[in-house]
């Protein structure tokens, strides 16, 4: 018997694949990559988590598909920000339903908590992700099993319904209880997870849907930098770091690259049809943002030329162009 299971990274899923591998059942983890779970790839981390269970991991690039039919057209609309919560689950589990035959498996298992989370493990929610999966009673949820229907991996006896728990609630006691019994040292904390659930996030998210079409590239765009706008409405972000300009160094279909030459500092970008004004406005507070010195000319590139321009005049201006968070 073989099952496969959502792996977040989180405690509660760790703590599934661990009740369920102790059963005697193979457990392979799947974690699927929307393009929001972190800033940062974080493969590593997750594969050594499951080393403490001994189930090996496979990463699933579902990005394009999530940004196309998930993101902006929700059937059970969005949390308290851009977090499609009930429907990115349900698209998740139907994933894995679909690749149960190649990996020889039977069922699916989460580490949902019923009550746990407001949007999207409420008994409501749990049922509206099995009808939008067509679960067809194959995932069982281990921690709160108890709870819910029988599905059928413990109608044909392949698991005991008996030694499935019957957590609930936001309260993490008996998670952390059983943290101690099975020795596990290396868990994400409790929280968080998903950066569509972080103001900054939405609120960029949210605005280039009002400003202009969303690209596919904006799903990096909103992740990183300093997010800008323009007295004439163009959109800009400056990177804040060298890890952030390497983030942020990619062709993106809306966004000109502004790049300083003599002074070192930050990749900035700006919306290709702002206005000229916009532009140079750009230019000025990437240069702000560099080692530069006030009323000094510096050379960038931008638009496939040299121009010299000289920094904003200061920081504290420049806080005017910030998006509201």
């Not at 018997?1 to 792996?7: E, N």
């Not at 457990?27 to 990559?33: G, K, Q, T």
């Not at 969303?214 to 909103?222: G, Y």
Request: with cysteine.
């Amino acid at each position: 018997m073989k099952a496969l299971a959502l792996f977040s990274g989180g405690l509660d899923s760790l703590l599934a694949i661990k009740i369920i591998k102790d059963l005697g059942i193979e457990v392979l983890a799947l974690h699927f990559n929307i393009g929001f779970g972190a800033k940062r790839d974080k493969s590593e981390i997750l594969r050594q988590r499951l080393e403490q269970v001994g189930v090996e991991l496979e990463i699933v690039d579902i990005r394009r598909q999530f940004f196309d039919e998930i993101l902006f057209k929700p059937k059970f609309g969005y949390g308290k920000y851009f977090n499609p919560c009930i429907d990115c689950h349900a698209n998740m589990f139907s994933h894995a339903l679909t690749m149960l035959e190649s990996r020889k498996a039977s069922f699916v298992i989460s580490g949902e908590v019923l009550g746990q989370r407001p949007k999207s493990q409420r008994a409501e929610a749990l049922g509206q992700v099995e009808n939008l999966c067509e679960a067809n009673g194959l995932i069982v949820r281990p921690l709160c099993a108890k709870l819910l229907p029988p599905t059928i991996p413990e109608q044909k006896g392949w698991i005991p319904r008996e030694k499935l728990l019957d957590i609930s609630g936001r309260g993490r006691e008996r998670q952390l209880q059983l943290v101690k019994e099975y020795g596990i040292e290396y868990y994400e904390p409790p929280g968080g997870g998903c950066l569509l659930t972080e103001t900054s996030i939405a609120n960029k998210l949210k605005d280039i849907q009002l400003h202009r079409q969303i690209v596919f590239e904006d799903m990096e765009l909103v992740k990183f930098g300093r997010y800008m706008i323009l007295p004439d409405g163009g959109r800009c972000v400056i990177a804040r770091n060298e890890e952030e300009n390497q983030k942020l160094n990619f062709y993106h279909p809306k966004m000109t690259q502004i790049k300083l030459i003599d002074c070192i500092g930050p990749l900035g970008l700006v919306e290709n049809d702002a206005s000229a004004k916009d532009k140079s406005l750009a230019i000025s507070l990437t240069l702000l943002y560099g080692k530069t010195k006030a009323n000094q000319p510096y050379k960038v590139h931008f638009e496939g030329k040299e121009i010299e321009s000289v920094a904003f005049e200061s920081k504290e201006k420049a806080q005017q162009f910030f998006i509201k968070e």
